[in-house]
């Protein structure tokens, strides 16, 4: 497949909305190749701990204090700072102030956007529940192991 160059502007992208949840897609596999995914949660939620099975994740923060939990390592990281989570390795994120912030995140390799299609499209459905997170989780290779 043959892909090109391409640009955003800050607000552009493919937003997806489900819960209390919103992001902002910036690359698919589409778009790269396979290559990377990257996203902008632009209504942050706190992430409980969990493992991904097939991508590594990049953190970034724009804006806002956030503690990353990354096996046993906690990292509080401001504006500008940089957090990387290995796949098989658990991790979670938490706003030190809740719901501010903004954080963009790379995963490699590309696909992760898939699962937050499907839970947007369940929560346009009306079906957004335990069980359409649960299956999303499964098709994803993702694992949660708690609060």
């Known amino acids: 497949m043959a892909i090109s160059g391409f640009k955003l ?3 552009e992208g493919e937003r ?9 897609v910036k690359a698919t596999a589409q778009t790269t190749g396979g290559g990377f995914s990257m996203f902008e949660e632009s209504s942050p939620v706190d992430t409980p701990l969990h493992v991904h099975e097939h991508e590594d994740e990049l953190f970034f923060v724009i804006e806002g204090e956030h503690v990353f939990q990354v096996g046993d390592e906690a990292f509080q990281v401001g504006p500008g700072g940089l957090v990387f989570g ?3 390795v658990p991790h979670s994120q938490r706003r030190v102030v809740e719901r501010t912030g903004r954080v963009l995140v790379m995963c490699s390799p590309a696909g992760l956007e898939g699962f937050f299609r499907e839970l947007a499209e369940a929560e346009r ?5 335990a069980d359409a997170y649960a ?7 993702i694992t949660w192991l708690g609060e």
């Open 9 to 11: 502007e800050a607000q």
């Open 135 to 141: 299956g999303a989780s499964s098709r994803y290779g």
């Open 125 to 129: 459905n009306g079906t957004l529940g």
């Open 86 to 88: 290995p796949r098989g």
């Open 16 to 24: 997806l909305r489900f819960g209390e949840v919103e992001i902002l």
